[in-house]
């Protein structure tokens, strides 16, 4: 039943590489002032990473919620207003887009850095 | 302002300049070499027009040119990473000159040696899982009792409670995938899963793991991987990497902490 995939015609497809080189590596501000987090990319990354957040928690599944560096704060179960999960701007992807600053917090550079 | 700027790929040491030739950077030119402070930035000289502030807001919404330079990133990471030690920098890091690169090579050399020494010689592997979705239910003979409207929901039901049962048999074996892998790596991360438009499948992520691991043993962790495979019969489990170090970078200790 189970089974490993082949690593694959591709193995490196394109959710894994938009994946690390947009949410992983290590941040240093640049002169440059882009902030990822700002622009409308993030409807794209978020498509990318983050799955029915309702979904997940309807299973059971919150270990980001819980994790103290991806969470800085509760966040009750909103089942009940769960979106379709087919809009891009969905409220599933606005809960989600909260959790960014939180998951950068720390690193190399300050956010505040990037914030205008 | 000058009219190019420079874009980093990553940060490296120990590297000498010439065994950077024949790799492209972002925007076509080849790579280049940026030394201080004992460190090695790997950058690549880029037009403003293109890659500046504005240009660069614009053209991030433009998934095609996002696509082209997100691999041309990831492809120089990975060629770096044969070469020694590599801190990949998050996509759209841009400064106005070599000098600048200098300058936050000098400003951030303890941080960015910090990650240097917590990858080097090491690798990321990538594993994801997927719930193996519940089996169809059989059709039962219609007029089994209580006619078609009743049978229907009967039908409905036990498809409800297989595809339940089968998203947490999944979510089990998920957790106790990652929990081996990790007792198997030196650091491990839980990443949120991949919406499934982009991931291309259609079944539910239920794992989205990265694992540290030294180089010289990558072949055995991707061996372990597929021996754990089929003792999980609620995934799917898929294999990607070796990758450079991407999940590993970030510097700061609470990160390290919620492994």
């Given amino acids: ?116 | 302002m000058s009219e190019h700027g420079t874009w980093v790929h990553a940060v490296s040491r120990g590297l000498s300049a010439d065994r950077l030739a024949g790799i492209t950077g972002v925007g076509g030119a080849p790579v280049r070499a940026v030394a201080a402070a004992g460190l090695v930035a790997v950058v690549a000289t880029v037009d403003l027009a293109e890659y500046g502030e504005e240009a660069l807001r614009r053209n991030l919404e433009n998934l095609d040119w996002l696509t082209s330079v997100a691999r041309t990133h990831h492809e120089v990471a990975d060629a770096v990473a044969r070469l020694g030690p590599v801190v990949p920098a998050r996509l759209a890091t841009v400064q106005l000159d070599d000098a600048r690169v200098a300058a936050m090579l000098t400003e951030h050399h303890d941080d960015l040696t910090a990650a240097l020494d917590r990858v080097e010689g090491r690798i990321e592997w990538g594993v994801k899982a997927y719930a193996v979705p519940a089996p169809t239910a059989p059709a039962e003979p219609a007029g089994a009792g209580g006619g078609a409207g009743r049978a229907y929901l009967m039908r409905k039901r036990a498809r409800m409670t297989a595809t339940e049962t089968a998203e947490r048999t999944a979510a089990a074996d998920a957790d106790r995938l990652h929990a081996a892998l990790a007792g198997r790596s030196l650091e491990a991360r839980h990443h949120p899963p991949q919406d499934g438009r982009l991931s291309g499948r259609p079944e539910w992520m239920v794992l989205n793991g990265a694992y540290l691991v030294d180089a010289d043993r990558a072949d055995d962790f991707a061996d372990l991987v597929r021996e754990l495979a089929p003792r999980h019969p609620g995934v799917t489990v898929e294999l990607t990497g070796p990758w450079p170090p991407y999940s590993f970078t970030a510097t700061d200790e609470r990160e390290a902490a919620t492994r």
């Fill in chain 1, 1 to 116: 039943m189970s089974t490993l995939q082949p690593r694959g015609q591709d193995p490196t497809n394109l959710a894994d590489i938009l994946e690390r080189v947009l949410d992983r590596g290590v941040v240093i501000a640049g002169d440059i002032r882009i902030n990822l987090l700002d622009i409308e990319l993030l409807t794209i990354k978020l498509r990318l990473v983050v799955a029915s957040v309702d979904t997940a928690r309807e299973m059971g599944i919150d270990w980001w919620e819980r994790d103290p560096f991806l969470s800085s704060r509760p966040r009750g179960p909103e089942v009940g207003a769960a979106p379709t999960g087919n809009e891009i701007e969905s409220d599933g992807d606005r809960r989600a887009v909260e959790a960014e600053p939180v998951r950068d917090e720390g690193r190399l550079d300050a956010r505040r850095e990037e914030t205008r």
